[in-house]
């Protein structure tokens, strides 16, 4: 089922956000996020000048890597296109997260870091995506392609209505850890 036919219209913005995720070989997992922000029409940019449709406003890149237990080992970040001469300035910022570790709370731990002032609201978003994508990267290649790494409660559990602890699909999929009525 796609959207209903909308009204009459005349598109302006495209904002694109595209999510990787890697198995290193390592074994450290790694998602690298790209968020590309574009304009259908000419408009002009006090630093950068004229802008022409189909150039980027806004081109960052954030690479995130995690650990099994979701530890963040490295995060790297890198603005090649911005509005302003000098938003590259706030990258750094970002290994901030190195040492963290993406569990309940993730996104109180990076609105305190990374929100506001302290960070860069487009890259700071990117987050969301990458990690959720990080948990669709892991979710089948724990199982699937490292078999031999010892099998713990799936990060995933409680996340979602379907992964619930006491739902039929964690009955099905992980009974080990179901918490519902038995038989």
């Known amino acids: 089922m796609s959207l209903p036919e909308p009204s009459p219209r005349k598109k302006l913005h495209t904002r694109t956000i595209t999510c990787n995720g890697f198995l290193r070989e390592d074994g450290l997992w790694e998602v690298e996020g790209h968020l590309l922000d574009t304009k259908t029409y000419t408009f002009e940019n006090r630093w950068r000048g004229s802008i022409r449709p189909g150039t980027p406003i806004h081109g960052m890149y954030l690479r995130l890597t995690t650990d099994d237990q979701l530890v963040v080992k490295d995060c790297v970040a890198v603005i090649e296109f911005s509005p302003f001469a000098n938003?590259?300035?706030?990258?750094?910022?970002?290994?901030?997260?190195?040492?963290?570790?993406?569990?309940?709370?993730?996104?109180?731990?990076?609105?305190?870091?990374?929100?506001?002032?302290?960070?860069?609201?487009?890259?700071?978003?990117?987050?969301?995506?990458?990690?959720?994508?990080?948990?669709?990267?892991?979710?089948?290649?724990?199982?699937?392609?490292?078999?031999?790494?010892?099998?713990?409660?799936?990060?995933?559990?409680?996340?979602?209505?379907?992964?619930?602890?006491?739902?039929?699909?964690?009955?099905?999929?992980?009974?080990?850890?179901?918490?519902g009525k038995k038989g």
Request: aromatic share 8%; with cysteine; hydrophobic share 35%.
């Open 87 to 179: 938003c590259e300035s706030i990258t750094e910022r970002y290994e901030g997260l190195i040492g963290k570790q993406i569990k309940p709370g993730w996104t109180r731990v990076v609105k305190n870091l990374l929100a506001g002032t302290k960070g860069c609201t487009h890259m700071t978003e990117l987050l969301g995506p990458i990690s959720t994508t990080l948990f669709q990267t892991m979710a089948t290649l724990k199982k699937d392609i490292a078999p031999e790494r010892p099998v713990s409660k799936p990060f995933y559990l409680n996340g979602c209505h379907m992964w619930a602890q006491d739902g039929e699909q964690v009955l099905a999929f992980h009974p080990e850890h179901y918490t």
